[in-house]
């Protein structure tokens, strides 16, 4: 009975430590999936975006030659980066067709200039009628006409810089058949303050570019120098190589030795049009994909929400979001790489 006596208190005591010791575990266990995090408020703003781009200078008066007549082509006496003055002969097509055509028009004018004078002299000795003498008036002026056309195509039937510049591109070459109209030659002028920097641009940032625009310019060869610019023309058709719009932006004070066609440079344009973002900390995105995102917020201070948002620029360490975060006053910004959907979390300071 003694033994029983110290026994029975021993058990109870074990039993007791035993429970008690897998109560402090499940509440260590549970204090473990807490997560500290750092939270920070945030507001909607409105803010002037900066769109980067880059492309090529040129001049803006690039033209598109061609024949006005569809034949063969004889010769192109130019070729890509030459330089040409205004009135040179770019390039002629073969005029053997066209002289051809000249020839029988000039026939046929010297044969209406007969009808009309023997109808003229039948009309006064009453042989000939008087709508006889009009057909012949009117043959003779539409054989006139003719000849008149053929010998201006003929003129066209070559083709002559408009400018003094450079030739930019040949589309074509010599015993290359070709339609009316077809370009032949790109050319542009070569004047010292006609140079632009044509960039192209998504869809997105096209949109948000108006004329007038302010913009600063780098070019390689004075790379420690910001130029500024203005966007004085915008494309109204995707181009169909790049699958870019393209804008175009006009430099100032860039000195024209310094720049040659198809110089590369680099554009930073400041549209007018301001949007309505949240600027975050760049700490604060995960699982980023061009300008899509998804950030980590919270809205009780318990719990953690995983949201998808878009993103419209990322700049210095700063994020614009302008989808994804309504409602939403607060957003973590360290402690979110170990955080899931619906984690319990625990702001610290």
């Given amino acids: 009975m003694n033994l029983i006596k110290y026994i029975f208190p021993s058990i109870i005591l ?24 750092k939270v920070i408020e945030i507001n909607q703003e409105s803010i002037g975006q900066t769109i980067h781009a880059s492309g090529v200078f040129t001049t803006e008066d690039e033209t598109y030659l061609g024949f006005k007549i569809g034949g063969v082509i004889q010769h192109i006496l130019v070729k890509e980066g030459d330089a040409i003055k205004s009135g040179q002969l770019l390039a002629t097509l073969n005029l053997t067709e066209i002289k051809a055509q000249v020839q029988q028009a000039q026939i046929g004018l010297e044969k209406a200039e007969r009808d009309f004078t023997r109808a003229g002299n039948l009309y006064k000795d009453s042989v000939a009628t008087l709508e006889q003498f009009q057909n012949s008036k009117s043959a003779l002026d539409l054989a006139r006409q003719q000849i008149s056309v053929l010998k201006f195509n003929q003129n066209y039937a070559e083709i002559r810089a408009v400018k003094s510049g450079y030739v930019l591109k040949k589309f074509a070459n010599d015993e290359q058949v070709v339609g009316p109209g077809t370009p032949i030659l790109q050319i542009n002028g070569a004047n010292k303050d006609n140079w632009v ?153």
């Fill in 14 to 37: 074990v039993f007791c430590l035993s429970a008690c010791g897998k109560k402090k575990a499940e509440e260590t266990n549970i204090a473990s999936d807490v997560i500290p995090v």
């Fill in 197 to 349: 920097l044509k960039v192209g641009l998504s869809d997105q940032d096209w949109s948000s570019v108006s004329l007038g625009d302010r913009a600063s310019v780098t070019i390689d060869t004075e790379k420690e120098q910001n130029f500024s610019a203005n966007v004085v023309a915008k494309s109204e058709g995707v181009d169909p190589i790049t699958g870019t719009l393209w804008v175009t932006l006009k430099t100032k004070g860039i000195p024209s030795k310094k720049i040659a066609l198809g110089i590369f440079g680099k554009a930073n344009i400041l549209p007018n049009k301001k949007i309505m973002a949240w600027v975050v900390p760049f700490d604060a995105i995960i699982d980023g994909n061009q300008n899509q995102g998804f950030v980590f917020v919270t809205t009780d201070g318990k719990t953690a929400e995983k949201r998808p948002v878009k993103i419209s620029q990322i700049e210095h360490g700063k994020v614009l979001i302008s989808e994804g975060l309504s409602g939403v006053k607060g957003i973590i910004t360290s402690g979110n790489a170990y955080l899931n959907d619906g984690s319990a979390i625990k702001i610290i300071r």
